[in-house]
Every structure is written in C-alpha cells, then in structure tokens.
Antibody, heavy 122, light 107 residues
Framework: QVQLQESGPGLVKPSQTLSLTCTVSGGSISSGGYYWSWIRQHPGKGLEWIGYIYYSGSTYYNPSLKSRVTISVDTSKNQFSLKLSSVTAADTAVYYC??????????????WGQGTLVTVSS | EIVMTQSPATLSVSPGERATLSCRASQSVSSNLAWYQQKPGQAPRLLIYGASTRATGIPARFSGSGSGTEFTLTISSLQSEDFAVYYCQQYNNWPLTFGPGTKVDIK
C-alpha cells in the first residue's frame, strides 16, 4: 500500500519561500509509471493543482503559479519537494502531495498524502 | 484552461435516498473525468475515473456516467458515511482542473 506524507514548516512569512517535502513509502518513485504531484486547497475552498514531477526530473507546472514554483525529486530518499517563492497570504492553504498514474496525457490522483496546512503570516 | 462547474452546490438527502450530482466542463474532456470524495479534515479519495470506472474498493452504490462536457455521479442509496463533499476533475488538458464541489448533507 502506497503512502505519502507531507512535511515542512506550518508557518511562513510573507515574501519568503514555502518549502515542503513528500515522502513516499510502499513504492519506489524511481520505478516509473507515475507522476508525483502537488495540489493545494485554500481554507474552505476547492482544489488547485500546482504541478508534477516524473522520476527523471521532468516537470510541468500550472501556468497560474509557474513563475514561483519549483518541484524537485530525490529518488535516493524516495521524496519529492515543492518550493513556492514570494508567498503572500493568498498562498495560505492545505498542501497535498499525490500520485498520478502515467498515461499518454494526464490522469487522476489515486493516492494522496494527509495534507499539511501552511499559513503565510508575519 | 478548462473550467469545471458542479451543481448543486449543496444537496440535502435523507439516508437511503438516491443522490445525483452534476459536473460540467467548459469544453469537451472526452471521458477523462474523475470524481473524489472529501470528508472534513481528510484528503480527497478517488471514487471514479474514466468517467465511469470505480476505483479500487469503492462500493457499487457509486456510479459515474457522461462524456464530453456533461457528467453525473450517482449514489444509489446514501449511507451515513457518504455525507461529504464531492469534486470532479478533468484530465483531458493541462492544467488539471477541479470543480468547486458539491456538499452532500443530511436532510
């Protein structure tokens, strides 16, 4: 059974960089076959896909966040990470990492982490 | 970007009754549509993908239908554990986008 677990600071100051890591257990990121994504949910709101990374390092980001997002992977630790720069209060959200089965195009998210709340405040 | 809309925003249903949730895409997404269930304080759970294929372990009372721009999630007989928020998600085009959700609550 694949499990994903987010970790990182729960409080980030405005203009700083939000950094989160997702640790995957029960399966290897480097085995391929999946995209590894970040998704966020503003308090009481819907879901916003941030971007994905493949084990090879190839990425694709939501154009709405592309200028501020970097997703990286560390296959030796079976982890992937999110960095979001120049944060504002509008970036306050629950951040989820999720697995996306690989297909010709995008797919759906079959496993999710429990989510971690990140608050942007001074 | 494909915009997803869902209706109604809230659906009040009695246990044992049927619930029908709608999802509409701003342009055709073929059958590249998934449904998720989210309970308070939990991550979304995949229910349906490919518009109509139940994910592993999902009870048969959940069914999905539709293609193109109009989709439906039906819960045939609501159980107490089904009261939650339901989201649709298209994966036909980047960026992946979700609907705003339908809350199913107890009547």
């Amino acid at each position: 059974q694949v499990q994903l677990q987010e970790s990182g600071p729960g409080l980030v100051k405005p203009s700083q960089t939000l950094s989160l890591t997702c640790t995957v257990s029960g399966g290897s990121i480097s085995s391929g076959g999946y995209y590894w994504s970040w998704i966020r949910q503003h308090p009481g709101k819907g879901l916003e896909w941030i971007g994905y990374i493949y084990y090879s390092g190839s990425t694709y980001y939501n154009p709405s966040l592309k200028s501020r997002v970097t997703i990286s992977v560390d296959t030796s630790k079976n982890q992937f990470s999110l960095k979001l720069s120049s944060v504002t209060a509008a970036d306050t959200a629950v951040y989820y990492c999720a697995r996306e089965p690989l297909d010709i195009v995008a797919t759906y998210f079959d496993y999710w982490g429990q989510g971690t709340l990140v608050t942007v405040s001074s | 970007e494909i915009v997803m809309t869902q209706s109604p925003a809230t659906l009040s249903v009695s246990p044992g009754e049927r619930a029908t949730l709608s999802c509409r895409a701003s342009q055709s997404v073929s059958s590249n549509l998934a449904w998720y269930q989210q309970k308070p304080g939990q991550a979304p759970r995949l229910l349906i993908y490919g518009a109509s294929t139940r994910a592993t372990g999902i009870p048969a009372r959940f069914s999905g239908s539709g293609s193109g721009t109009e989709f439906t999630l039906t819960i045939s007989s609501l159980q107490s554990e089904d009261f939650a928020v339901y989201y649709c998600q298209q994966y036909n085009n980047w960026p992946l986008t979700f609907g705003p959700g339908t809350k199913v609550d107890i009547k």
